[in-house]
């Protein structure tokens, strides 16, 4: 039972611009901002419309006339997962509604949840504690703009060959990920670039171009044996030359708050803090 003169209804696209403007006014905001999506309206609502079956999985909640909510549902049937992109709404009690209903609306596609609110976020995470969810080590959000298009690369393009091996090593080091290393591999807008120790390959980046222009690092990973040799260093050098000299302004990442030597790395590499992530998870953990 909803609280009393709130809807809850699939957005649909006569609501997509309403929602889309009430979801970049909070984006704006600290205490309200989540992760998995970014701020401006024209990339929200590309990457709203990216999502499958958004029209049905966008829940809009409606007080009166007046829009107070908003949560959109982002599920991997295959892994019974789904990223809770939002939600938004003006109360704590308008966001368990929204949550609740998904919730009982969707409930046989997944049994695991996460909620990714900024740390500053606290009406979200408070939502998140009353619904049982578990908060887990948070991440750092990095980026870097005025990206060096000069130099050489010591790296280079994946190959066919190396799709194997950058995919068992990727499931090695980010074990339990939201993209096994198979799909990691054969993904269509990941780029990955990979490092060679005596021509075996021993690391990896995986990166991409977001619906708003800006780049974005997903993975870096390199073998334990072939560690303290400068490979890290170089794949993301390599990555940010290779987006710069495509005009790419900007890129950003995250990177868990337990890993201080990453975040030394990217810190040395012009990297530069813009908020901490609290990653709030229901059925499952990745410590």
Same mark, same amino acid.
């Given at each position: 039972?909803?609280?009393?003169?709130?809807?809850?209804?699939?957005?649909?696209?006569?609501?997509?611009?309403?929602? !889309?403007?009430?979801?970049?006014?909070?984006?704006?905001?600290? @205490?309200?901002?989540?992760?998995?999506?970014?701020?401006?309206?024209?990339?929200?609502?590309?990457?709203?419309?990216?999502?499958?079956?958004?029209?049905?999985?966008?829940?809009?909640? &409606?007080?009166?006339?007046?829009? !107070?909510?908003?949560?959109?549902?982002?599920?991997? @049937? @295959?892994?019974?997962? !789904?990223?809770? &992109?939002? /939600?938004?709404?003006?109360?704590?009690?308008? #966001?368990?509604?929204?949550?609740?209903?998904?919730?009982?609306?969707?409930?046989?596609?997944?049994?695991?949840? @996460?909620?990714?609110?900024?740390?500053?976020?606290?009406?979200?995470?408070? =939502?998140?504690?009353?619904?049982?969810?578990?908060?887990?080590? /948070?991440?750092?959000?990095?980026?870097?703009?005025?990206?060096? #298009?000069?130099?050489?690369?010591?790296?280079? /393009?994946?190959?066919?060959?190396?799709?194997?091996?950058?995919?068992?090593?990727?499931?090695? &080091?980010?074990?339990?990920?939201?993209?096994?290393?198979?799909?990691?591999?054969? %993904?269509?807008?990941?780029? &990955?670039?990979?490092?060679? !120790?005596?021509?075996?390959? $021993?690391?990896?980046?995986?990166?991409?171009?977001?619906?708003?222009?800006?780049?974005?690092?997903?993975?870096?990973?390199?073998?334990?044996?072939?560690?303290?040799?400068?490979? %890290?260093? %170089?794949? =993301? $050098?390599?990555?940010?030359?290779?987006?710069?000299?495509?005009?790419?302004?900007?890129?950003?990442?995250?990177?868990?708050?337990?890993? /201080?030597? $990453?975040?030394?790395?990217?810190?040395?590499?012009?990297?530069?803090?813009?908020?901490?992530?609290?990653?709030?998870?229901?059925?499952?953990?990745?410590?």
């Amino acid at each position: 039972m909803t609280a009393a003169g709130l809807r809850l209804l699939p957005a649909g696209e006569e609501r997509l611009a309403d929602v !889309v403007a009430f979801v970049a006014a909070a984006q704006a905001q600290p @205490e309200r901002h989540v992760s998995f999506v970014g701020v401006d309206a024209g990339t929200l609502r590309h990457e709203f419309s990216e999502v499958e079956k958004w029209g049905d999985r966008l829940l809009v909640a &409606i007080d009166g006339g007046d829009l !107070v909510g908003a949560l959109l549902a982002d599920i991997d @049937e @295959e892994m019974r997962r !789904v990223w809770w &992109i939002g /939600p938004w709404a003006t109360d704590e009690d308008a #966001a368990i509604e929204l949550l609740s209903v998904a919730r009982s609306r969707l409930g046989t596609l997944f049994d695991e949840e @996460e909620l990714a609110p900024d740390s500053r976020n606290e009406p979200l995470r408070s =939502v998140a504690r009353r619904l049982g969810f578990v908060e887990d080590t /948070p991440s750092s959000v990095l980026s870097k703009v005025d990206l060096a #298009a000069d130099g050489s690369s010591s790296t280079e /393009p994946m190959t066919p060959a190396d799709a194997g091996t950058v995919a068992e090593l990727h499931d090695a &080091i980010f074990v339990g990920t939201h993209t096994p290393g198979a799909k990691l591999v054969a %993904a269509e807008r990941t780029r &990955i670039r990979v490092a060679r !120790v005596d021509g075996t390959t $021993a690391g990896y980046i995986a990166f991409e171009v977001q619906s708003d222009g800006a780049g974005y690092i997903d993975y870096l990973g390199v073998s334990p044996g072939a560690r303290r040799r400068g490979l %890290a260093r %170089a794949l =993301v $050098a390599d990555a940010c030359r290779e987006l710069a000299g495509e005009g790419v302004p900007a890129v950003h990442l995250t990177v868990r708050a337990d890993a /201080p030597g $990453a975040l030394d790395l990217y810190r040395s590499l012009g990297f530069v803090d813009e908020r901490v992530v609290v990653p709030c998870r229901f059925g499952f953990t990745l410590g």
